[in-house]
């Protein structure tokens, strides 16, 4: 089948690499622009660009669609018998969606109607969803709203992070895109109830409001990882939590959010206490939490957080 590959992020390459070795003949890849990244902020392909080079495909990265009628006139041009799209991170216009033989099908990595938008694997995880999973949908002008085709699921163990779960997807959203292609599986609409949405996050997600429940934090430290991030502030040093578990909500546990209890680094929380286990200090390698605090005073009734 002649295809074009729409995806940017490291979730989407496991599905080009799987479209290529199945013999699909992928006739362009559209991905983000290079972005400048590191000290010297020199410009960086995406990890899309980069696979898709490797395979020795064309890549293409317009700055947007919307508007450019000679982008859209040259992927017309490439009269593709679909188009799948995957985190690609640009809105597709109808136009776009239209000019694929058998529309354009992406690849969402969550049971929607549930978490549609930037973040769905983030979400699952730090709302504490049972389950989460990849929907192969037949996009349309809505934000992921399109029927669906097919469908995986994959349970949420108390304690799946974030990194673990991204992989677990790309690769069951690779497999499932497959056979999309193959069995041209009939369409459903979405339930009407159900849906929720889960935008984009930035750096500023990750900071932790101590006030919230324990359970809540501890699920943002594995949400989180490896990005944003869940982290706090002590002073002017920032710390980034990297594990913790709950402690329960004992009397000698308790005090105002934020504070530090006593010498194994469990600090109060709106409900319970967490007890960090594992932390990354700004400039510092991860290390224990007893490493930590062997090269670093953190006595109780120090203070986390705002």
């Not at 109830?193 to 919230?212: C, F, H, K, V």
């Amino acid at each position: 089948m002649r295809l074009v590959f729409m995806g940017s992020p490291d979730f989407a390459v496991p599905a080009l690499q799987a479209l290529v070795a199945a013999g699909h003949e992928v006739a362009a890849v559209y991905c983000q622009p290079p972005r400048p990244a590191g000290r010297g902020q020199t410009l960086q392909p995406c990890p899309v660009q980069r696979a898709g080079e490797a395979l020795g495909l064309a890549v293409r990265h317009p700055a947007k669609l919307r508007g450019d009628a000679e982008a859209l006139a040259a992927f017309q041009a490439l009269e593709a018998d679909a188009a799948v799209v995957a985190a690609y991170g640009l809105i597709l216009p109808k136009d776009w969606l239209a000019a694929p033989r058998r529309g354009c099908l992406n690849i969402h990595a969550s049971l929607l109607p549930r978490w549609r938008g930037a973040a769905p694997i983030h979400a699952a995880i730090l709302a504490g969803d049972a389950e989460t999973g990849v929907t192969i949908m037949q996009m349309d002008a809505g934000l992921d709203t399109g029927p669906m085709l097919l469908r995986g699921v994959v349970p949420i163990g108390p304690h799946t992070r974030l990194g673990e779960m991204h992989d677990a997807l790309a690769a069951m959203g690779a497999a499932l895109v497959l056979r999309a292609l193959a069995e041209d599986p009939p369409a459903e609409p979405q339930p009407a109830e159900g849906a929720t949405y889960a935008p984009r996050l930035t750096r500023a997600d990750g900071r932790i409001d101590w006030t919230l429940p324990a359970t809540r934090i501890e699920r943002q430290t594995r949400a989180f990882d490896p990005w944003p991030g869940a982290f706090s502030t002590l002073g002017t040093d920032v710390l980034k939590v990297l594990e913790a578990e709950v402690v329960p909500d004992t009397i000698d546990k308790r005090g105002e959010p934020g504070l530090v209890l006593d010498e194994a680094l469990t600090v109060a929380c709106g409900e319970g206490a967490l007890r960090i286990t594992r932390l990354q200090r700004a400039g510092r390698g991860p290390v224990t939490a007893a490493d930590f605090l062997r090269g670093f005073a953190l006595p109780a009734g120090s203070r986390l957080g705002p």
